[in-house]
């Protein structure tokens, strides 16, 4: 546990011990937990109804055991968050990290949902995953994983009640290998089972870029917000994965120059600004930024904390600590990577709003989930729009999000993402309170 957390409150008489004492534990869980509380705090709910909306519904732990290729047996263990069907079945992405652990997903599951119930979606949050390192996997074994995975997850996942999406460390192809075992597990084909998929398996076009051009939608919000003009205005992006490169990508297309750019194996920074077209073309070829250029080559480490206009973090959550924080040199912090900013660091940027305009994460990210709904919706029907339908429909839904926390915030007084948060949470709580206590 975070030693540098604030104690937990007082519990109300008769209020037994932290449900999830044991069971969710990791720094990440606690920032969830504690993020929660805030937004608890501030919207007034009673103690005793705080642990129904924060605790999730379905927890699985399974173990995958594969057959390597050099013909030893390796197992694996999987995990799978559902954090409350109120709404809709549950979404989300499925991660594959060496260090994946059951709270962070909770965690990230608990994400979700605000995130789903802010953009107005018919969803409750879930997230899943394996603790294993993709990149020491055979194309082979990867495949054997991805497919032992979905096999253990049959009972409890189906397109009313859980659909998955690509996370870190997966991709099209392994939503494919999913669909599949699914598919063939129920008989015929069931493209709903997952998004994210290859156009051509029952996926939608639009998909793969969907969070990073909402990243850059709703930069541009800002930045109308700012009176910043693209022209003059500088960009540096932590991660270059899908987030990362597709968002670059499309702030050099608004004209705006990109100075810095890192992912886990080379971090490049040059104030007369960075070939974004060069970088994503080697990334495409070689998989990751490293050996793209010793010349540029910079400490990753300082990459947050130069000074630009748009800073996007979008690998790894709690990147933006408190000492990050007090040393930002930015003016819009995007957050496109999930839970970047630590509870600390957000106390930081609370009293530097008025130097920094944050882009929560639960909105900032939220064009992947947006899409990944449109592309269920579409398989469900078995009608399939045209990309220029999605990013229209994508521009739309993200619009309403953005101007629904930036009236709340202003209403109230309050951060944007107290103000995100607060939206989402309010959904969820109306909807368990129309429902009753058993969904």
Not at 96 to 125: D, F, Q, T
Not at 239 to 249: D, I, L, M, Y
Request: glycine share 10%; hydrophobic share 40%.
């Amino acid at each position: 546990m975070d030693t540098h957390l604030p104690p937990p409150r007082p519990r109300a008489a008769g209020h037994t011990a932290d449900p999830s004492a044991g069971i969710y534990t990791g720094p990440f869980w606690e920032q969830a937990r504690e993020n929660f509380a805030v937004i608890a705090d501030y919207l007034g709910i009673e103690e005793h109804n705080r642990d129904r909306l924060l605790l999730p519904k379905r927890a699985i732990v399974v173990s995958c055991p594969i057959h390597r290729d050099d013909g030893s047996e390796a197992v694996f263990h999987g995990f799978r968050v559902q954090h409350h069907l109120t709404m809709g079945p549950t979404k989300g992405g499925t991660r594959y990290a060496a260090n994946l652990h059951l709270g962070e997903v909770a965690a990230l599951a608990v994400s979700m949902s605000w995130k789903c119930a802010l953009a107005g979606l018919p969803y409750g949050g879930a997230k899943g995953g394996v603790a294993v390192d993709p990149y020491g996997l055979s194309r082979r074994e990867l495949e054997a994983v991805s497919r032992r995975y979905m096999q253990e997850m049959i009972p409890f996942v189906g397109p009313k009640t859980d659909v998955m999406a690509p996370d870190m460390g997966t991709n099209e192809q392994v939503m494919a290998w999913y669909m599949d075992t699914y598919s063939m597990y129920q008989g015929q084909t069931v493209t709903e089972i997952v998004t994210g998929k290859p156009v051509d398996a029952g996926g939608t076009v639009g998909r793969r870029e969907a969070t990073g051009r909402g990243v850059v939608h709703l930069i541009g919000r800002a930045m109308e917000r700012l009176r910043l003009n693209p022209a003059e205005t500088t960009a540096i992006i932590q991660g270059f994965g899908n987030v990362g490169s597709v968002t670059a990508a499309a702030l050099v297309q608004q004209g705006i120059k990109v100075l810095g750019v890192s992912d886990h194996t080379a971090c490049y920074f040059d104030p007369r600004g960075l070939d974004v077209p060069s970088l994503v073309r080697w990334t495409e070829a070689h998989g990751t930024l490293a050996g793209w250029s010793h010349e540029a080559l910079s400490d990753p480490a300082e990459l947050l904390t130069q000074r630009c206009d748009i800073l996007v973090p979008a690998a790894m959550e709690q990147v933006i600590t408190e000492d990050v924080a007090r040393s930002l040199r930015c003016r819009i912090l995007a957050e496109g990577a999930n839970g970047p900013t630590t509870p600390e660091a957000d106390r930081v940027l609370n009293q530097r709003r008025g130097e920094i305009f944050v882009i929560p994460d639960i909105l900032c990210n939220a064009g992947g989930v947006v899409v990944s709904y449109f592309e269920w919706v579409q398989d469900l029907q078995q009608l399939f729009w045209t990309e220029p339908e999605v990013r229209d429909r994508l521009n739309r839904v993200l619009e309403r999000a953005f101007q629904a926390v930036m009236a709340r915030a202003e209403r109230d007084d309050v951060p944007h993402r107290t103000a995100a948060m607060a939206i989402g949470i309010e959904r969820v709580q109306k909807a368990k309170l129309t429902r009753g206590l058993f969904p």
